[in-house]
């Protein structure tokens, strides 16, 4: 079993930035890809990013590839996203999540969840 808690969200305006954590325990974080999701009201939970075993490969949402920042520190427990000029279309509830395979995008592969922190980009 791997815990997962995340922290860090809140409301920020357009433009601003947030950095999100996810704290680990249970099994060796280090044998787990870890990822980012979000979901908005009335939709499907999304991909946003995730990182590999080590953190030396990462991959993006396309619409954030150049606004967020994944990161882990293994030593910590820790997984990171940092988001910078954020819209108001980032508004959405934020999980982190863990896997054993790196790769996936789709969160059903995904063997465990946080309980999600809210993010809400609004003036």
């Known amino acids: 079993q791997v815990q997962l808690v995340e922290s860090g969200g809140g409301l920020v305006q357009p433009g601003g930035s947030l950095r999100l954590s996810c704290a680990a325990s249970g099994r060796t974080f280090s044998f787990y890809a870890m990822a980012w999701f979000r979901q908005a009201p009335g939709k499907e939970r999304e991909f946003v990013a995730a990182?590999?075993?080590?953190?030396?490969?990462?991959y993006y949402l396309d619409s954030v590839k150049d606004r967020f920042t994944i990161a882990r520190d293994n030593a910590k427990n820790t997984v990171f996203l940092q988001m910078n000029s954020l819209k108001p279309e980032d508004t959405a509830v934020y999980y982190c999540a863990a896997d054993r395979a790196w790769g996936n995008r789709f969160a059903a592969q995904y063997d465990y969840w946080g309980q999600g922190t809210q993010v809400t980009v609004s003036s």
């Open positions: 990182i590999s075993w080590r953190g030396d490969s990462t």
